[in-house]
């Protein structure tokens, strides 16, 4: 129990600091550019244009809102971390040990994998309607709207507006990505900690610990896009909230940004 509260704060201190952050990356995600590129030029000279960058897209956030803007949907995404760790933890605790295997092994690998996969989308669907709230109370930026403006208040706008199934918009491809991260890092790590680092070497816990991180970046860079699309599906509202069939309610009207068309 000692351990779970430890996490639960350390993740919370984590996600107040990478808050703005997370805000800026979700709003270039879904196509908000506010400000004018500038003219600059690349490694090879030639000129191009040079989108606004962290730290000038913080400013103009500043500027509208004050330094308080740069924490919307701050308050859903605490909930999600405090509650994803609590059922992340005990999913671990309920699974208890696997089947024997020699640790380092291939079948261990795969048990742990497996374990770990469970407690991860457990975990993910049980707080996926906080994400939704989270990417709501960020994206209403660009249009300048306060619809979200509270956990209880937000949970009661999307069941009005869309229903239980709104909660989980984007749902589907956000566990498609977290399970193919998962196993592509662990697979490979564990190909790369078998067959090309020698036990016999000098600081081995390092480099295979060195590998596992490296691993996780190659396999998070892999499963990017789906994380792109669940942010998006989840972010507009009204979009459909399946990967595979997206329909729209009939006899609503939608705002289309012409220019992307003609």
């Known amino acids: 129990m000692a351990d779970t509260c430890g996490q639960v704060l350390l993740g919370s201190g984590l996600t107040v600091l990478s808050h703005p952050l997370m805000y800026i990356k979700v709003l270039v995600q879904v196509g908000h550019e506010p400000l004018r590129p500038s003219i600059g030029r690349n490694l090879f000279g030639r000129q191009v244009y040079q989108l606004p960058g962290l730290f000038a897209y913080a400013k103009h956030i500043i500027k509208i809102d004050g330094k308080a803007g740069l924490f919307n949907g701050l308050a859903p995404r605490l909930c999600a971390g405090t509650i ?11 699974s208890g040990t696997s089947q024997k295997a020699e640790e380092g092994s291939l079948q261990h690998v ?14 993910t669907i049980v707080t996926h309607p906080f994400h939704v709230i989270t990417l709501r109370c960020m994206v209403q930026f660009i249009g300048r709207e306060t619809k979200y403006s509270g956990v209880f208040d937000s ?10 199934l709104g909660f989980f918009a984007g749902l589907i491809p956000r566990l ?6 998962l196993w592509i890092c662990n697979m490979l790590a564990h ?11 000098s600081h081995t816990g390092e ?10 970046f190659f ?5 990017y896009p789906f994380v792109l699309v669940s ?4 972010g507009n509202m009204s979009r459909g909230n399946s990967l595979f069939f997206r329909k729209l309610p009939v006899g609503k009207t939608y705002a289309i940004d012409q220019k992307r068309f003609f």
């Open 110 to 123: 795969v048990n742990e994998t497996t374990k770990e996969m469970i407690a991860r989308s457990c975990a």
């Open 231 to 234: 942010n998006l599906m989840a």
């Open 84 to 94: 994803g760790t609590l059922v992340h933890s005990r999913i671990l605790q309920v």
């Open 176 to 181: 498609l990505g977290d399970v193919l991260s």
């Open 191 to 201: 190909l790369i900690n078998t067959y090309a680092i020698d036990d016999s070497m």
């Open 207 to 216: 480099i295979k610990n060195c590998s596992q991180a490296v691993t996780g």
């Open 155 to 164: 949970i009661v706008t999307v069941y009005k507006n869309e229903g239980v």
């Open 219 to 223: 396999a998070s860079m892999l499963t």
